[in-house]
């Protein structure tokens, strides 16, 4: 198999984009309270930033219409989805504001809450730094919610599932 090297410009975007695909991820939905109520977001830009203290990232593109709820949010909420929650992330990456699902409930924060997820992280704004055509966001995490399954995740823009079984 060859190796095709390239400058990231303009002229590769695409190609770039599809070598970050090469990376796999697992799939998050991220949530918060806006001006128009309940809001979320399937994003898959997520990661551990610090266990002390329990610092957490992602990263919402400020192309998103959504961009500026999250970036500005006090406290927002990070479920990593479990590989049988591929309509739930499928839901928020088409609206991010119908909430009219089984189960959802809202912390003391505001934060919409979804059930069933492997791991959901409960933060407040930590911190906010630019990053390029998105925006990074650090959670200072407050509370956090496990369960044990297989994980939802993102390669070369397909979903898959996760596995610790060997």
């Not at 970050?20 to 309940?38: C, E, I, M, N, Y």
């Not at 994003?43 to 990232?57: I, K, Q, T």
């Not at 909430?99 to 409930?105: A, G, I, R, S, Y």
């Not at 919409?112 to 933060?123: H, S």
């Amino acid at each position: 198999m060859s190796e095709h090297s390239f400058t990231p410009d303009a002229a590769h975007s695409r190609a770039f984009r599809d070598a970050l695909g090469q990376f796999a991820t697992g799939v998050t939905v991220v949530t918060t309270r806006s001006d128009k109520g309940p809001l979320g977001i399937t994003a898959n830009s997520f990661a551990a930033l610090s266990l002390d203290p329990a610092l957490v990232m992602w990263a919402p593109g400020k192309f998103s219409r959504r961009f500026a709820a999250f970036a500005e949010a006090p406290h927002f909420a990070i479920h990593v989805l479990g590989a049988d929650q591929l309509p739930l992330a499928q839901h928020f990456a088409a609206d991010g504001l119908d909430f009219n699902l089984p189960d959802v409930t809202i912390n003391a924060a505001g934060t919409p809450l979804l059930p069933g997820c492997l791991a959901r992280f409960e933060c407040a704004a930590h911190a906010v730094h630019p990053g390029g055509d998105h925006a990074i966001v650090v959670g200072k995490v407050t509370r956090v919610s496990l369960r044990h399954g297989p994980g939802l995740s993102f390669f070369s823009g397909q979903y898959g599932a996760i596995s610790a079984d060997p």
